[in-house]
């Protein structure tokens, strides 16, 4: 019998809106550079690839508000060394990173609201659980998503990260439920999948572009279809 569900943030309820690429160009343009978001987007795959790289070496990066923000920071710097604007490379940084640190640079997915709100109805405990900085919860209030969370685990704040179970038993304790009676849904197979799952907690992939068919777990392509999988 399911009692909770818990709910990574980043490709699955939220995502950057503007692009990074077009808010990047933004920057830049204000800053005086004479880039197009044209000219940003091929680096892109670049930057996905750099931070995949780092979070396969040492992804405890996100255990730490202070290791959350540089990694941020630093696949800003490496865009802005293959634009050809390393010179400025701190201060467009810095300025890109400010920017996703509101609410109006991301948008929540469609499916988002009416999820947790029929989840609510029925009467689950939902909480959320994503390797994020310090300030998810801020974010999650501005986002008028908060109201809907009984609890919020940001990896920054516990010291603890996906895939490591203990940030799964964290929100479980937090939560006051059990993790055979929990699910989470998240994007990743790797933080997700098996975060939760060595948490003894059942996982639920969402595969918006239908490219995890293989992955292993349960899969929904639309946070709704959540509804009749519990």
């Not at 980043?10 to 197009?36: K, M, N, Q, Y």
């Not at 400025?88 to 997915?109: F, P």
């Not at 948490?199 to 349960?218: M, N, P, S």
Request: overall charge negative; hydrophobic content about 40%; charged content about 25%.
């Amino acid at each position: 019998m399911i009692e909770a569900v818990f709910f990574d943030v980043g490709s699955t309820l939220i995502r950057p809106c503007p692009s990074v690429a077009e808010t990047f160009a933004r920057v830049a343009a204000e800053r005086g550079h004479d880039l197009t978001v044209r000219d940003v987007e091929p680096h892109m795959p670049a930057m996905d690839a750099y931070y995949e790289a780092e979070y396969l070496r040492d992804g405890d990066f996100w255990c730490s508000h202070e290791g959350s923000t540089a990694i941020w920071l630093d696949q800003y710097r490496y865009v802005c060394h293959l634009a050809g604007i390393g010179h400025d490379a701190e201060g467009v940084a810095q300025t890109v990173h400010e920017a996703y640190r509101r609410a109006e640079c991301w948008e929540t997915y469609a499916d988002v609201t009416a999820c947790l709100r029929a989840l609510k109805e029925r009467g689950y405990a939902l909480g959320v659980v994503s390797n994020w900085d310090a300030g998810l919860e801020g974010l999650l209030r501005d986002l008028r998503l908060l109201p809907y969370f009984d609890t919020v685990v940001s990896s920054a704040v516990v010291g603890y990260r996906k895939p490591n179970p203990v940030i799964f038993n964290l929100a479980c304790e937090q939560m006051g439920v059990r993790a055979e009676a929990s699910v989470h849904v998240g994007d990743r197979p790797d933080a997700d999948g098996d975060g939760a799952t060595a948490a003894g907690i059942r996982a639920v992939i969402v595969d918006r572009h239908d490219a995890e068919k293989d992955c292993g777990y349960e899969r929904v392509t639309a946070l709704t279809d959540l509804l009749e999988l519990l």
